[in-house]
Nanobody
Framework: VQLQASGGGLVQAGGSLRLSCAASGGTFSTYGMGWFRQAPGKEREFVATISWSGGSTATPNSAKGRFTISRDNAKNTVYLQMNSLKPEDTAVYYC?????????????????WGQGTQVTVSS
């Protein structure tokens, strides 16, 4: 399975970005999908997850009310809509796929990872 993340960039604080992650080479509609991020010098951090059907989603408190994960199984794509961005959201954002099908927050439960897309939020 190959995952290609895109949509990152430079945005001012308070702005919005939508990240996309296109999957190929597998059965996307059966995978749980997640977004993680990693800032320089910090550990990888859970951002959002969605189950195979899209019926279950989860985000950490730091993202609640600002970040929304969604998916389009017909397009083999998962999205992360990020609003009200803050400088502390600056990081490389990674998408990942879990063969379990569940939306899970632990990075160890993901089987496939994309290459990451840089998000920079200026103050």
């Amino acid at each position: 399975v190959q995952l290609q993340a895109s949509g990152g960039g430079l945005v001012q604080a308070g702005g919005s970005l939508r990240l996309s992650c296109a999957a190929s080479g597998g059965t996307f509609s059966t995978y749980g999908m997640g977004w993680f991020r990693q800032a320089p010098g910090k550990e990888r951090e859970f951002v959002a997850t969605i189950s195979w059907s899209g019926g279950s989603t989860a985000t950490p408190n730091s993202a609640k009310g600002r970040f929304t994960i969604s998916r389009d199984n017909a397009k083999n794509t998962v999205y992360l809509q990020m609003n009200s961005l803050k400088p502390e959201d600056t990081a490389v954002y990674y998408c990942a796929a879990s063969r379990s099908g569940y939306g899970v927050s632990s990075s160890s439960l993901y089987d496939y990872w994309g290459q990451g897309t840089q998000v920079t939020v200026s103050s």
